[in-house]
């Protein structure tokens, strides 16, 4: 166990509507990265979050947005969703501290599927 | 563009062999390497993370790393079934987002 946890575990949702998913981070951890899984793939890299601020972000178009609380937890929204939102949505939490790199510990994941 | 590069599998071992999982990356400011196992529908795990040039080890597993090379490894010495897993490396600069592999599948036969 990671320390981390994710709501909900599992959605359905219809193209069209939106939706959020809630990260709660490892406690001492100040950051939380969100990575989309689609099945096969690797885990690909949507934004993060240090210190309440976006800190980075991938190539997701800004209809994916988020949002890190003063506890450090986070959420994650996504409007107007679409068939190829369907994936795993994984959020990951690290104690960043420049320069020295931390590891990022994932929860279990939000399994998103859009019909 | 980084790129992580993975040979997708399955690779295939006996129980008790060892099992060799190779990784190149493309960008050489990446400072960290991560080794993540993936059971099929759970999140990914870390098992083990490396940072210089040579190897390190942590009970059954050794991560390598060769930087001039750009290619990192690890190695499951006497590999069980549950082992059995997709494994994921990941690369990371400073303390930038991780970048992924699409994941080597491992099958350790009983």
């Known amino acids: 166990e990671t320390g981390v946890t994710q709501s909900p575990t599992h959605l359905i949702k219809t193209r069209g509507q939106q939706v959020t998913l809630r990260c709660s981070s490892q406690s001492g951890h100040n950051t939380v990265s969100w990575y989309q899984q689609a099945l096969g793939q690797g885990p690909q890299f949507i934004f993060q979050y240090y210190r309440e601020e976006e800190n980075g972000r991938g190539n997701f178009p800004p209809r994916f947005s988020g949002l890190q609380f003063p506890n450090y937890s986070s959420e994650l929204n996504v409007n107007a969703l679409e068939l190829d939102d369907s994936a795993l949505y994984l959020c990951?939490?690290?104690?960043?501290?420049?320069?020295?790199?931390?590891?990022?510990?994932f929860g279990p994941g939000t399994r998103l599927t859009v019909t | 563009q980084k790129e992580v590069e993975q040979n997708s599998g399955p690779l295939s071992v006996p129980e008790g062999a060892i099992a060799s999982l190779n990784c190149t990356y493309s960008d050489r400011v990446s400072q960290s390497f991560f080794w993540y196992r993936q059971y099929s529908g759970k999140s990914p795990e870390l098992i083990m993370s490396i940072y210089s040039n040579g190897d390190k080890e942590d009970g059954r597993f050794t991560a390598q790393l060769n930087k001039a090379s750009q290619y990192v490894s690890l190695l499951i010495r006497d590999s069980q079934p549950s082992d059995s897993a997709t494994y994921l490396c990941a690369v990371k600069e400073g303390r930038r987002a991780l970048t992924f592999g699409s994941g080597t599948r491992l099958q350790v036969q009983p």
């Open positions: 990951a939490s690290s104690l960043e501290v420049s320069p020295e790199p931390y590891e990022q510990y």
